[in-house]
């Protein structure tokens, strides 16, 4: 076990050579954000620029490309596919017309902004030409609790014992509502697609949840799922709790056991977030001593990510690469703290402490 220096840092930058062009620094091919989380996008993919990344495709809805494109110039993006859902219409005029006329005129199609599973068919291109792919910040692919679905089969009853101007089976809104899958048919996709996927792939946030469900359907380990071979996942310790399903205390209490633990049992580099950050990838063990309350906010996760991505992009392994993100990131959060308090940093302010970080390691 070590702790992470500042020699160790600057010993692990990659080179910044004169004859080089964007290519040569790396493709991040970012699959992130959602309807309620597009900020998350655009902080995930800024921070790989940060670091030296030469190159960011943000792939996601058209709703968050269309956001990060109106916040920056210097990410490109791949609006991708998304799911069509229908809703009734309760509000409705009501006419003379044919029951199946109502019917029809009642029933809107809307687009939530889920992805849908046939847009990993418009990333196959961009999946062999990327660096490194990083997924899951802001994705709502866990939980889309922020979108709302019809129940057919309440839905359908109700339409047959309808009648004109009748009303009463159709009380409120939330009778035919219910949450869908989301994204999850897309990421169940996209991760079979990864599997002969050489190149480094980073699991973040929902991601992460989703890898759970995988894992542990109904609470009991019953599904077996291969991570890519080159996979670094950035977990809290909640998230890491669904992964082995364990109580979050027991996670706190050893954190280094477990976070090696998810390591060999996932084959994959595990970042363990929060107070002393624990990097291992099952045989190395790495903890991180900067940092701060001030990354104790919402969108410092999604920055994290997108660094750890921005150095995976440029050749460097996942492991150096995994402590590289975490030590930077640390201390652009000490920076930024010193001139803006711990209670007032913001995760997008982070963004611009991140180049002073990187000086302060290149001075040793």
Not at 318 to 326: M, Q, T, Y
Request: hydrophobic fraction near 40%; glycine fraction near 6%.
């Amino acid at each position: 076990m070590q702790n992470l220096t500042h020699d160790h840092i600057n010993a692990l930058l990659p080179p910044r050579p004169d004859n080089s062009h964007k290519m040569t620094f790396g493709h991040v091919l970012n699959i992130a954000g959602s309807i309620h989380y597009r900020g998350a996008a655009y902080l995930s993919s800024i921070s790989a620029l940060r670091v030296g990344a030469g190159y960011v495709t943000l792939a996601s809805s058209p709703s968050v490309c269309d956001s990060v494109s109106a916040l920056t110039p210097n990410v490109v993006t791949l609006p991708l596919l998304t799911q069509m859902t229908a809703k009734y219409d309760n509000n409705a005029p009501n006419t003379d017309l044919l029951a199946t006329q109502i019917q029809t005129a009642r029933w809107q199609t809307i687009d939530l902004q889920a992805i849908d599973k046939m847009a990993v068919l418009q990333l196959d291109d961009k999946l062999n030409q990327a660096s490194v792919i990083s997924i899951g910040s802001g994705l709502s692919i866990g939980q889309s609790t922020d979108q709302l679905s019809v129940n057919f089969s309440r839905s359908r009853n109700y339409l047959d014992n309808s009648s004109l101007g009748n009303n009463k089976h159709h009380n409120s809104d939330s009778d035919d509502l219910s949450v869908p899958n989301g994204n999850s048919e897309f990421f169940y996709a996209l991760l079979t697609q990864l599997q002969a996927n050489p190149n480094p792939v980073i699991f973040d946030a929902d991601a992460l949840n989703f890898i759970s469900r995988l894992l542990h359907p109904g609470n009991i380990a019953t599904t077996s799922i291969t991570l890519p071979k080159h996979s670094i996942i950035t977990p809290h310790p909640k998230e890491l709790s669904r992964l082995l399903n364990l109580d979050v205390s027991e996670i706190q209490a050893k954190r280094v056991h477990y976070t090696n633990m998810a390591a060999k049992q996932l084959n994959a580099v595990v970042v363990l977030k929060g107070k002393h950050t624990v990097i291992s990838d099952g045989e190395q063990v790495f903890i991180n001593p900067t940092g701060n309350s001030a990354l104790a906010k919402a969108g410092t996760g999604d920055v994290l990510t997108g660094m750890i991505a921005g150095f995976c992009a440029q050749g460097v392994s996942p492991i150096d690469a995994a402590c590289l993100g975490v030590y930077l990131h640390g201390l652009a959060g000490d920076i930024a703290a010193e001139d803006l308090s711990q209670y007032g940093m913001l995760a997008s302010d982070l963004l611009n402490y991140i180049p002073r970080a990187i000086l302060q390691v290149l001075s040793v």
